[in-house]
């Protein structure tokens, strides 16, 4: 601890916390004082761990409140508050002989400990010494809750300036509840009447909403912002002055919705979020561009975006008017809320203005604007935008080719020939295949198959997989033979979709492919098929599926028995007291769980025979079953277990056991 290196003090430090020396807690009290800030951070965190047990709280009350050594003041401060409330009891005991000037320290501390503080520093905010008073106003405010709040409130028509000061930002930190009769004279108080305006935001008081609004014609920026926050406060707490203000928004005069543009355009972001709402709330339509770049950062609040979609269709064309002059991001945000309003009764001028929007987005080299024209266009297209959906699609390849293609699809059902046109010709390969292949299958027809059919031997396996995928629109035969097909395929994700393509089938076509999946090299594959052939509820594959519950691989002697439950095979219960015997611990407990769960007289004594399993998780398990089976016949075979067994986990999963038999006889 006296060494000349940092570090090595600060690993000294450390070290206390396992020490057992009689010094210990003196040389704690050095290293709070050291003069690296590392060591003290260190011995901070060792006296917040140790210093109730060791008996060092007084200490370090006394080097709270000694002047030789700020650092040790501080990392004594931090250590009590840390400690919290096991340090009250000190710190009200040196309150009484600590001089003056040092017990502004104490009441410090005393806001961090709480509990039995509270009282005590209720009395010390109206000391004599405004120092003292001060911080029993800033300690009450970190304590909070109602005695607190309270005392907060009582100081808030004190003649001290710095008193009323304290007791606002104290309420304010806390976010409580204070009356308007309680801050309506500090509205006129030079010194709080910012910090009053902002306090009225937790207001429950209808007459905060008029006091609010007034205060917007003040011409001081700052306190336009602190006016849009308290504003902001009130709607998002709800409530009468809530609705009274989205009333009152309606209403406001130009001068009034003047500032809160102002602020949207100048302050810092909690007031333009809260000013941009209540610009909402009036039906602004200057305010829906900030709403727009807000919302694309995800700042806005989703109530305020609430405020949109109740404005309605309404809101359509000032949206497309702030198009042009917003940023990327926040003109796709704009379009985006636009296309969504659609849906509320909007004039079919309006739908008009909003297709032309969305198919200039969609020429955009943005990908974001591209984004959300291929998404809105889905919907509201025509079937003059399937080119420009296809081309969007090809140059945004990764980022949108799936969009362009759930765009398409949906659009062939209102327009099947233009998409087909737009189809026509595109190799349908790669990620853009992949994307499109689905429009493809959507539009049908001779051709679509034929195309459907070429892309299984397409290059890329995105698209070899939506190929097959697409296929269960072709109808169940011919779906069922090129699935089979793709069940060769080198790719195991297009193995998987032709699983489930076939599983989607009624059995009579679906279920033969898959029973020759049962014998193909990927585990991944021949698990799918046999889950799949048992939800089929095909019995003709009971011998093949019988046969994959005693495979080593863990994931196909799961499927095998979960098949075999859904088909409600008479051998399972034979074959899982054969799965006890596996060496993979995962497949011998999957087989206790189903023995568990089947009904019958000899399940307990089944479930008893993986006590002797070599894996001690299965021991485990099997001793759980049994005492959740309460099966008296049981206790012979964990009595005899018990007795042997060495791991303790086991031990105690027994023993519970045990006493669950014992409770149940």
Do not use: Y
């Not at 989703?302 to 404005?311: E, V």
């Not at 002059?325 to 636009?338: G, H, Q, V, Y």
């Amino acid at each position: 601890m006296s060494g000349p290196d940092a570090e090595e003090r600060r690993r000294a430090a450390a070290a206390l916390e396992r020490s057992e020396a009689s010094d210990r807690g003196a040389l704690l009290v050095v290293a709070l004082g050291d003069e690296d800030w590392r060591v003290r951070k260190e011995a901070a965190r060792v006296a917040a761990a140790c210093a109730v047990a060791w008996g060092l709280v007084p200490d370090l009350v006394d080097a709270l409140v000694q002047n030789e050594n700020v650092g040790l003041r501080n990392a004594a401060l931090e250590a009590l508050e840390r400690i919290g409330p096991a340090a009250s009891s000190a710190l009200l005991v040196a309150l009484p002989r600590v001089p003056e000037g040092a017990r502004k320290f104490l009441v410090a501390a005393l806001g961090f400990a709480g509990g039995a503080g509270v009282d005590r520093l209720a009395e010390l905010s109206s000391d004599r010494d405004s120092n003292t008073a001060q911080a029993a106003l800033e300690a009450l405010a970190r304590v909070g809750g109602e005695r607190a709040e309270a005392v907060l409130r009582g100081h808030l028509a004190s003649q001290d300036p710095v008193q009323r000061v304290a007791a606002l930002e104290g309420l304010e930190r806390l976010e409580a509840t204070v009356r308007f009769r309680e801050l309506a004279p500090l509205l006129e108080d030079r010194l709080v009447r910012r910090l009053a305006l902002r306090t009225l935001g937790h207001s429950e008081d209808v007459e905060a909403v008029g006091a609010l609004l007034d205060a917007l014609a003040d011409e001081t920026p700052t306190v336009a912002a602190e006016v849009a926050i308290a504003l902001g406060r009130l709607l998002a707490r709800g409530g009468a002055p809530a609705r009274l203000l989205k009333e009152r928004a309606r209403a406001l005069d130009a001068s009034t919705l003047s500032r809160l543009r102002e602020v949207c355009a100048s302050s810092a972001l909690p007031a333009r979020r809260a000013a941009a709402w209540v610009l909402l709330c009036a039906h602004d339509e200057a305010g829906l561009a900030t709403a727009a770049e807000l919302a694309a950062d995800d700042r806005l609040p989703p109530p305020a975006l609430d405020a949109i979609r109740r404005w309605g269709s309404a809101a359509i064309a000032p949206l497309l008017a702030s198009v042009p002059a917003l940023a990327p991001r926040a003109a796709a945000t704009a379009l985006e809320m636009a296309a969504e309003l659609s849906d509320v009764a909007a004039s079919p001028a309006d739908v008009a203005s909003l297709r032309a929007a969305l198919r200039d987005a969609l020429s955009s080299e943005e990908v974001a604007l591209a984004r959300v024209a291929v998404d809105a266009l889905g919907r509201l297209g025509q079937g003059e935008d399937a080119p420009a959906l296809v081309d969007a699609a090809g140059r945004f390849e990764r980022e949108l080719a799936g969009r362009a293609g759930h765009a398409l699809e949906a659009l062939a059902a209102r327009a099947p020939d233009a998409v087909a046109r737009a189809l026509d010709g595109m190799a349908l390969d790669g990620a853009l295949g992949a994307g499109l292949l689905p429009a493809l299958a959507a539009v049908g027809g001779e051709g679509a198959a034929d195309r459907l059919q070429a892309a299984l031997n397409a290059n890329d396996p995105r698209a070899r997989r939506a190929a097959v995928i697409a296929l269960a629109r072709l109808g169940p035969s011919l779906a069922a033979e090129l699935a089979g097909f793709a069940l060769a395929d080198d790719e195991v994700d297009v193995q998987l979709a032709a699983v489930q393509v076939l599983g989607g089938l009624d059995a009579a076509v679906g279920a033969p492919p898959l029973r020759l999946a049962l014998r193909a090299g990927s585990e991944p594959v021949v698990a799918a098929a046999a889950r799949a052939l048992g939800a089929l509820g095909d019995r003709e594959a009971l011998a093949s599926v019988r046969e994959l519950v005693g495979d080593s691989r863990r994931g196909v002697a799961l499927a095998a028995m979960e098949a075999l439950r859904t088909l409600d095979d008479d051998a399972l219960d034979d074959l899982l007291v054969e799965a006890l015997g596996q060496r993979d611990p995962e497949v011998v407990k999957e087989a206790l769980r189903s023995i568990a769960r089947r009904p019958g007289p000899r399940r307990a004594a089944r479930v008893a025979l993986a006590l002797e399993h070599a894996a001690w998780d299965v021991r485990r398990l099997a001793a759980e079953l049994l005492g959740e089976l309460r099966a008296p016949d049981a206790r012979a075979a964990l009595e005899r277990r018990l007795e042997r067994e060495a791991d303790r986990l086991v031990r105690e999963a027994i023993e519970r056991a045990l006493a669950a038999l014992g409770a149940e006889g």
